[in-house]
């Protein structure tokens, strides 16, 4: 079992700044690969960003690209999504998930590739 908890979300106005965390305990936080998701009402749960478990390569959904940055230290067991030029459409509970080191290629964007989830944080962009 991985417990993940996430924390940093907030009310933050449009153009502005969050960094989340993700904070992983119960087994080696390197035999796992790293994900954000995020859902917002009425929605489909979401690819964000992905981080294999060395921090060596990273994925980005389209949207988000060049404004969020997903990091991991695997010394504290933590992933980090930094959230920069913030939009209204960036509304959402933000999860992080935990898959197989073993993942490659497109399976790090499936929701259905992450065994274990966080709780989520709420992030609110208001305009």
């Known amino acids: 079992q991985v417990q993940l908890v996430e924390s940093g979300g907030g009310l933050v106005q449009v153009g502005g700044s969050l960094r989340l965390s993700c904070a992983a305990s119960g087994r080696t936080f390197t035999n796992y690969a790293m994900g954000w998701f995020r859902q917002a009402p009425g929605k489909e749960r979401e690819f964000v960003a992905a981080?294999?478990?060395?921090?060596?390569?990273?994925y980005y959904a389209d949207s988000v690209k060049g404004r969020f940055t997903i990091s991991r230290d695997n010394a504290k067991n933590t992933v980090y999504l930094q959230m920069n030029s913030l939009k209204p459409e960036d509304t959402a509970v933000y999860y992080c998930a935990a898959g197989s080191k073993f993942l490659s290629g497109n399976n790090f964007y499936q929701t259905r590739s992450y065994r274990y989830w966080g709780q989520g944080t709420q992030v609110t962009v208001s305009s």
């Open positions: 981080i294999d478990w060395s921090g060596a390569t990273t």
